[in-house]
C-alpha cells in the first residue's frame, strides 16, 4: 500500500499519466466529434437523396391534375411519403401546401432551394421553419404546372428523425470512445507504473551509490533508454565502488601514517577549525583523543604564536616556518611548518610540529660547555703561566720559592688532567654507545676500593670515613661503574666537610626490593635553593671552595648518569652547616 502511495505521490508518474490522458482526451473527443459530424451529415445526405427520389416520381404526376385538386393532392402525397409537399408557381407563389394554408404563406421566390429550382436546377436547404416551429431539410425540384407555365416541386421533411438517428450515432460512440478511453488509461496507467518503477528503481540505486551502499542490485534488460541508462550506471557503480575502495586504502594509509607520525601534525579550515590532528600533538597538547573533527583551535591549543602562523599562512596562501614554545605541551618547543591547503570553497593549513626542546637544550648544554668549560680552564691556565712566567724570570734559582711554585703548577696540570678525565667519562656516559656487559658486584668490594681511595684526601683534610653495614648486598653493574660513583660522593662529602668531620657509607634493603646506598657526611652542607641544579655540569655550590679543593663541577653529573644507565635513581637531601644525605637507589643483583 505504501509503495503504491509512494508511485501517486512521484511528480513523474503524475506527468506521465496526466499527459497520456490529456492526450487520449483531446483525441478521442476530436475523433468523436469528427465521427458524429460525419453521421449528422451522412444522414442529411440520405434525407436529401430519398426527397430527391421521391420528387422524380412525383414531380410528372402534376401536369395532368385540375388546379383545384393541388391541394387534395399534396395532402395524400404527405400522408404517402410521409414528408411536407409544397407546389409554388414561377413567381414564388405557394399554390398548395400540404401543412398550411397557401394563402396566408409568403412568397418563396426568394427562398434558396426554390430560387435554385426556377433556375432549373435541384435546390436543397436546411433551416427552420418559423411556421411550424421546426427544423426541416428543403429539396426542391423544376416541374410542370396544371394549366401554368413550369413552376416548382417542394417536399419538407422534419430533421427530427436525422436529430434522432444522430443522437443515438452520439451515444454510441461517446460509450465506444469512452471504453476505448478507459482501456487506454488503463494501459498508460499500467506503462506509466513500469516506467515509474523503473525510473525510482535507478533512483533509489543512484541514492544507495552516493550513500557508499552497493549491496542492491540495479536490473537492466529492456533494450531502451532507460536499460542503457541502468547498464551505464551499474558498470559505474562498479567503477566508483573500486575508486571508493581505493581511496579508503589510501586515506586509511594516509592517516596511519600519519597518526603514527612522532611529530604533531594538525590540518584546519579556512575559520581555524580542526579537520585532523595525530595522536603525537594531541599528546603533547594534553587533549582528549581522538580530537573532535570541527573543534575550533582555540580549543585545542591557545598559543597566539601557532594561530597566527596559520591564519598568516591561509591568508596569503604562502608556506611559512617558526620555532615556537607551546606552552599548552609544558614549555616545550617546536619547530613549527606550516603550507597551505586547497579546500573548496576556501584554503585552510596544515602544520606540521617537529619537537625540538632536547636539541634547544642540547644546544644550551653546548654553549655552557664551552663557556663552562673556558672559565673553568682560565683559572689553572692562568695559574700555571704565571708561575711558570716567574720561573723563568729567575725564581727558578731561589731556592726559597721554586719548588713551592712547581707544586702549584703540578697541582693545577693535576686539576686540567682531572677535569679532561671527567670531561671524557661524561662524554663517554652521553655518547648513547653500549655501556660494557654488566656483571655482579658485591656491594662491600665496591665500596671497598672506593674508600681506600679517598682515604688520603681525608687523611688529609682530619675528615674521618666511617663504613656502616655493607654485607650481602650485589649489584649489576659495568666494572668499576659503581666505584667510580662512590668515590665521586666520597670526594664531595670530603671536600666540602670540616676538619674533624666524619663521612658515613652504608647499605640497606629498600621496600620496593632494590639496595638503598647512603653517604652522610656532617659538611658545611647545600642552601635549599642549589638543590635542584646540583647535578648539572660545571655547576658548584661554593666556586671559592671548588677551585681549592681543585673540583670541576662534574663529578655529581657522572654519578647521575652512571645511575641511571644502571636503571636506579639519586637524590640528596641537605642543610645547610648540617651537612648532606646522598642516596642511591640500585637493582638488586
Not at 656483571?439 to 687523611?459: F, Q, W, Y
Not at 638503598?516 to 647545600?526: A, H, K, P, R, Y
Request: glycine fraction near 6%.
Amino acid at each position: 500500500m505504501s509503495s503504491r502511495i509512494a508511485t501517486f505521490r512521484s511528480p513523474i508518474f503524475r506527468k506521465f499519466l496526466l499527459t497520456a490522458l490529456s492526450l487520449i482526451t483531446v483525441t478521442l473527443a476530436v475523433a468523436g466529434a469528427l465521427v458524429i459530424r460525419y453521421t449528422a451529415n451522412r444522414e442529411l445526405l440520405h434525407a436529401e437523396r430519398e426527397l430527391d427520389g421521391m420528387l422524380r416520381v412525383l414531380a410528372p404526376q402534376l401536369p395532368s391534375l385540375p388546379s383545384v385538386a393541388l391541394d387534395d393532392w399534396t395532402r395524400r402525397t404527405d400522408q404517402l411519403a410521409h414528408a411536407r409537399v409544397s407546389v409554388i408557381d414561377h413567381k414564388g407563389i405557394v399554390l398548395a401546401d400540404s401543412e398550411h394554408d397557401p394563402t396566408t404563406m409568403e412568397n418563396h421566390a426568394h427562398r434558396p432551394e426554390v430560387a435554385a429550382a426556377l433556375a432549373g436546377r435541384t435546390g436543397t436547404f436546411v433551416r427552420h421553419s418559423a411556421t411550424l416551429d421546426l427544423d426541416f431539410c428543403y429539396v426542391a425540384i423544376p416541374a410542370e404546372l396544371p394549366g401554368q407555365a413550369r413552376g416548382v416541386l417542394r417536399l419538407a421533411m422534419p430533421l427530427e428523425q436525422v436529430r434522432i438517428s444522430s443522437a443515438q450515432v452520439r451515444a454510441l460512440v461517446i460509450k465506444s470512445f469512452l471504453a476505448a478511453a478507459l482501456l487506454a488509461l488503463l494501459v498508460a496507467y499500467l506503462v506509466a507504473l513500469a516506467f515509474t518503477r523503473r525510473i525510482r528503481s535507478i533512483e533509489g540505486y543512484s541514492t544507495d551509490l552516493v550513500a557508499g551502499r552497493f549491496s542492491g542490485s540495479l536490473a537492466a534488460d529492456a533494450d531502451d533508454e532507460l536499460g542503457s541508462v541502468a547498464r551505464a550506471l551499474r558498470d559505474m557503480a562498479g567503477q566508483f565502488r573500486d575508486m571508493l575502495d581505493r581511496l579508503a586504502r589510501e586515506s586509511a594509509q594516509r592517516r596511519a601514517i600519519l597518526a603514527s607520525m612522532v611529530e604533531g601534525v594538525l590540518a584546519v579550515d579556512a575559520d581555524l577549525r580542526v579537520t585532523f590532528c595525530n595522536d603525537s600533538l594531541a599528546n603533547a597538547v594534553r587533549a582528549r583523543i581522538p580530537v573532535a573533527e570541527g573543534m575550533p583551535l582555540l580549543q585545542l591549543i591557545r598559543d597566539p604564536g601557532l594561530l597566527d602562523l596559520l591564519a598568516r599562512v591561509i591568508e596569503t596562501g604562502e608556506s611559512d616556518q617558526r620555532r615556537l614554545l607551546l606552552l599548552a605541551s609544558g614549555g616545550r618547543v617546536y619547530d613549527v611548518q606550516a603550507a597551505p591547503l586547497e579546500h573548496r570553497p576556501r584554503p585552510g593549513a596544515l602544520a606540521i610540529l617537529h619537537d625540538v626542546t632536547e636539541l634547544e637544550r642540547l644546544e644550551r648544554v653546548r654553549k655552557d660547555l664551552v663557556v663552562n668549560i673556558s672559565h673553568e680552564l682560565r683559572t689553572p691556565l692562568a695559574a700555571i703561566r704565571g708561575y711558570s712566567e716567574t720561573l723563568l724570570d729567575g725564581a727558578l734559582e731561589d731556592p726559597s720559592n721554586n719548588r713551592k711554585f712547581l707544586g702549584i703548577i703540578n697541582n693545577q696540570v693535576n686539576r686540567l688532567a682531572d677535569m679532561a678525565s671527567d670531561l671524557l667519562t661524561l662524554a663517554e656516559l652521553e655518547s648513547g654507545r653500549t655501556a660494557p656487559a654488566s656483571e655482579r658486584i658485591p656491594l662491600r668490594d665496591a665500596a671497598e676500593a672506593a674508600l681506600s681511595v679517598v682515604a688520603p684526601e681525608a687523611e688529609a683534610a682530619g675528615v674521618i670515613l666511617l663504613a656502616g653495614n655493607l654485607d650481602g648486598f650485589a649489584v649489576s653493574a659495568p666494572p668499576g661503574r659503581l666505584e667510580r660513583v662512590l668515590q665521586n660522593l666520597l670526594h664531595n662529602a670530603v671536600r666540602f666537610n670540616h676538619p674533624g668531620g666524619e663521612v658515613w657509607l652504608e647499605a640497606a634493603p629498600a621496600p620496593d626490593g632494590r639496595i638503598s646506598i647512603t653517604v652522610e657526611d656532617t659538611g658545611i652542607g647545600i642552601p635549599h635553593e642549589e638543590l635542584p641544579r646540583i647535578f648539572e655540569r660545571f655547576y658548584c655550590v661554593d666556586k671559592s671552595r671548588s677551585r681549592e679543593t681543585g673540583g670541576s663541577g662534574m663529578g655529581l653529573a657522572i654519578v647521575k648518569h652512571i645511575v641511571e644507565q644502571m636503571s636506579g635513581t639519586v637524590t640528596v637531601e641537605s642543610s645547610l652547616g648540617e651537612g648532606s644525605v646522598f642516596t642511591l637507589l640500585l637493582p638488586a643483583a
